[in-house]
């Protein structure tokens, strides 16, 4: 029997359970999900994805199968995010669960055998679906259901708003550079041929004009962004790297258009010059582009994946309608599993919330009539009515989230190392061509302007400026198959500064998830059996609570006992009748409601229990209370691991929590020498971070909840875990995508990588210019030579930088 | 030599027209998948088993 799942490579807990025999062979899986979708692929012929998909590689679990995707078929909701309402339409829908080749093959053979669906194509770096079909032969909630058969979840969404300005920008760099190339090529050509002896003959004028024709359209159309920002730098009287490119292309293309149309009996044209300097730059500008775009995708992603339906209640039935066209007061019901989407007072019916998302509670909050809930949440396993107060924009999160952009709009950019020796550098280059053009202008103006063009050239920092982006842009490539994204490239330069960690505590030191610690028994029943009385009580409720017992009860290899006569409550208990005795478990109130005889002298173990910041769950045998449960949500596996070789590093940490000082200091006493903020508010994180700040830190700041989230903007570097907020993920530099903690200390050891790789690529290229700019002053280098030798300090400047991908590689 | 005054501005017409192909594909989106359409190309070598009819296209139109 093999000991992992068939479909997804996870780990099977217990042999047995899901297995099921598929085409003659029996096979094992982790959950029904799986099991499920590995038999529709197997019926549907699509079996040798198992064989496609590359070894050791899990996948992740099915996304669940959403209730309410008839609702995508009304042309209502669909005006959104189709082309046109016609017969024939297009949508683009963001998938859950790619993660290979193997996916997107499965995902493009199983929909292409559906008849009326025109055409399929899967984006595997996007992660995103574009999809043609034809709604006279099916509905697209038909197809939706038939992609979660598969075991992948779709919500459409509208590329356009989502990132069409930065995609924009993205295709017209991409453009410049290939023009670029283009003319690069060709006046190689005439390049070659003027310098091997065309520029002797009758034919020189000739190849000077085509030289013209060519780098002209390519200095306005590709140099554009040089020029334009130059203009707007010296506008706002600061010097940009953009000025000496722009200053360097204008003067050696006035000079060889001057020569051209001169036609002076000696002189050379440099048009070559201008395009490769022109090209080489825009290279290193895509690289840096495209680093961004990854970052800054993923993160997208997260946001549009938030509720775009709401049903609403009204006097002619249920309705279901996008989220913009609820109003304040309209009734909307929100069924269970689903994410509310409105901020509002429960009208009717209760559930237990998960908040998660807003408070890094993780466990739900039971909600019931005049309560409060907010859009985004998840809602638990009841349903209930809404009164909207708040839709979209005025939503607690959408306000967040605005706050959070004003932030960030006001949030100074980290200054990176080049930003602080830019200026400097076109101050002084400047300078020395102008001394240049002056001094040789005493004797003659034709070697005046070569020299100073020369000296241009030279320093022209071609090398220089690949020096960064170069080097951040294998960095993230390096990260981003680590799981780190790195949203901005100074972040890494920060990063590898700084002196003081700040993690938050609830769902980014522990688990965000319960495990039972304690059990405690009042009467003489034995541990063991109370366990399996409380699993086989909870043995079908999906609770955090339950999961957390029966997820005990399975470690200690205890077989769940059939059970009987279940009554629930939400967020109270559970009584169920095992074995002919009456078994109630849940929390205190519910025990005084079943008035189980709850003697007072247990309270003072309660209550020390609860200080140590343990949840208890009872557990009363007949209407006697028989003992209870502690769970604690615990420490990550890796946590006491990584805050060691932190501190070895000579970084200092603290906790922030919003808990009770007990609460974290049990939680964290396995950390040592730490420092610790308890209770501490939202805002105030914020404070606690400004505060060491002043103290002269450099701090990074590590968390997940929106909670976080004005604290990961204060700090230096804003460090957030991918299953956090979505709100905190925008507000970090860093987003660390595989949830281990251990990733901080790689994306440090990465940081201080980057930093020390942009440093020898500047020491590099200021030694070339140390050699070479005296030689140009002195007029001993002539353009072509300056030009010859500028790619070779570029190419030195790109081979550094390609070093760093060796990093995690011994 | 003087066939160089039509091969010069032939030679750019050529380019240009690369440069537009290019513009093409990038608009079209050819670039938009860098690592999709790599694989893509190795997966589709066998024709689809399908058990239930005979059908073994794997396109519908």
Known sequence: ?810 | MEVIYGLLPGMLLLGLVGVGIFFWAVRSGQYDDMDGAANRILMDDEPIVDEKSEDTSTNSD
Not at chain 1, 213 to 234: D, E, K, M, Q, W
Not at chain 1, 525 to 541: K, M, N, P, W, Y
Not at chain 1, 576 to 590: E, F, L, N, R
């Open chain 1, 1 to 810: 029997m093999s000991e992992i799942c068939y479909h997804c490579s996870l780990p099977v807990v217990e042999a047995g359970i899901f297995s099921r025999s598929i085409a003659g062979v029996e096979r094992e899986f982790c959950c029904f999900a799986c099991q499920t979708v590995c038999q529709t692929i197997y019926d549907s012929g699509l079996q040798s994805f198992y064989q496609k998909t590359p070894e050791g590689e899990t996948l992740s679990p099915p996304a669940e199968i959403p209730a309410e995707l008839a609702s995508y078929d009304s042309d209502e909701v669909q005006a959104d995010y189709v082309d046109k309402l016609g017969e024939q339409r297009t949508i683009h829908l963001l998938i859950e669960g790619i993660h290979c080749a193997a996916c997107v093959w499965l995902i493009e053979h199983s929909l292409a055998k559906i008849e009326g669906v025109i055409s399929a194509d899967v984006n595997l770096t996007t992660k995103r679906l574009r999809l043609v079909w034809n709604n006279q032969y099916i509905a697209l909630s038909a197809i939706l259901q038939s992609l979660a058969k598969v075991g992948y979840g779709a919500v459409p969404f509208d590329p356009d708003t989502a990132e069409g300005a930065l995609a924009r920008r993205h295709r017209g760099l991409l453009y410049r550079m290939a023009f670029a190339g283009f003319a690069m090529m060709n006046l190689m050509w005439i390049a070659i041929a003027l310098y091997s002896g065309a520029d002797q003959g009758e034919f020189r004028n000739w190849f000077q004009w085509i030289g013209f024709i060519i780098a002209t359209p390519t200095l306005l159309y590709s140099g554009y962004p040089f020029l334009r920002n130059a203009v707007l730098g010296l506008r706002r009287r600061y010097l940009t790297m953009d000025l000496p490119i722009a200053i360097g292309a204008l003067a050696t293309y006035s000079y060889s258009t001057y020569i051209t149309i001169a036609n002076p009996a000696n002189g050379e044209v440099y048009f070559d010059t201008v395009v490769n300097f022109l090209f080489v730059i825009l290279v290193g500008r895509y690289l840096e582009a495209i680093s961004k775009k990854q970052a800054l995708s993923a993160t997208r992603r997260l946001l549009e994946l938030q509720p775009k339906l709401a049903t609403v209640i009204s006097d002619t039935g249920n309705k279901i309608v996008p989220v913009r066209s609820v109003l304040i007061g309209d009734l909307v019901l929100v069924k269970p599993g689903e994410k509310i989407p409105v901020d509002g007072l429960i009208v009717e019916g209760k559930s237990a919330v998960d908040e998660s998302m807003l408070t890094g509670e993780s466990i739900p909050i039971f909600k019931k009539l005049n309560d409060k809930v907010v859009a985004g949440s998840i809602n638990g396993e009841g349903a209930f009515t809404v009164r909207a107060e708040q839709v979209l924009r005025n939503t607690a999160l959408a306000k967040i989230v605005a706050l959070m952009e004003d932030a960030q709009a006001s949030k100074a950019p980290i200054q990176s190392l080049t930003d602080k020796i830019v200026p400097w550098f076109v101050l002084i280059t400047l300078s020395l061509a102008t001394i240049t053009f002056f001094y040789w202008n005493q004797f003659d103006f034709e070697i005046a302007l070569l020299a100073a063009t020369s000296v241009l050239i030279i320093t022209c920092p071609c090398a220089f400026g690949l020096a960064t982006p170069m080097s951040v842009a294998v960095a993230t490539g390096v990260g981003a198959n680590r799981g780190i994204l790195i949203k901005q490239g100074a972040a890494l330069e920060a990063l590898s500064q700084v002196t003081h960690i700040v993690f938050d505590k609830t769902g980014t030191l522990t688990e965000g998830k319960l495990r039972v610690v304690n059990i405690e028994l009042f009467t003489d029943v034995s541990e063991g059996d109370l366990l399996l009385l409380a699993a086989s009580v909870e043995q079908h409720s999906e609770h955090s609570i339950a999961v957390a017992i029966q997820q005990e009860a399975t470690d200690k290899q205890l077989t769940t006992l059939p059970a009987t006569n279940f009554i629930s409550s939400p967020g109270e208990g559970i009584n169920a009748t095992i074995d002919g005795k009456h078994v109630v478990v849940g929390t205190q109130a519910w025990m005084l409601k079943h008035e189980v005889k709850n003697e007072q002298r247990y309270q003072t173990r309660i209550d020390e229990l609860e200080q140590q910041g343990v949840s208890c769950v009872f557990i009363a045998i007949d209407g006697e209370l028989s003992g209870l449960l502690g769970l604690v949500d615990e420490l990550r596996a890796d946590a006491r691991n990584v805050i060691t070789q932190l501190q070895a590093q000579n970084v200092a940490i603290t906790v922030l929590s919003g808990d009770r000082e007990a609460v974290v200091v049990a939680v964290t006493t396995d950390l040592g020498d730490i420092f610790r903020h308890a209770e501490v508010m939202p805002k105030d994180k914020a404070d606690t971070i400004r505060y060491l700040q002043a103290q002269g830190d450099i701090v990074a700041m590590v968390g997940d909840g929106v909670n976080d989230a004005p604290a990961l903007i204060q700090a230096d570097v804003g460090i957030a875990l991918a299953s956090g907020t979505d709100v905190s993920i925008e507000s970090a530099d860093i987003v660390l995508s595989h949830n281990e903690l251990h990733q901080v200390v790689q994306a440090r050891r990465l940081a201080h990588k980057t930093l020390r790789t942009i440093k020898q690529n500047i020491v590099l290229s200021i030694s070339y210019n140390i050699v070479m700019v005296p030689l140009a002053m002195m007029a001993l280098v002539s353009p072509i030579v300056a030009a010859l030798t500028m790619p070779v300090s570029s190419l030195l400047v790109i081979a550094n930088a390609a070093r760093i991908r060796r990093l995690f590689e011994r």
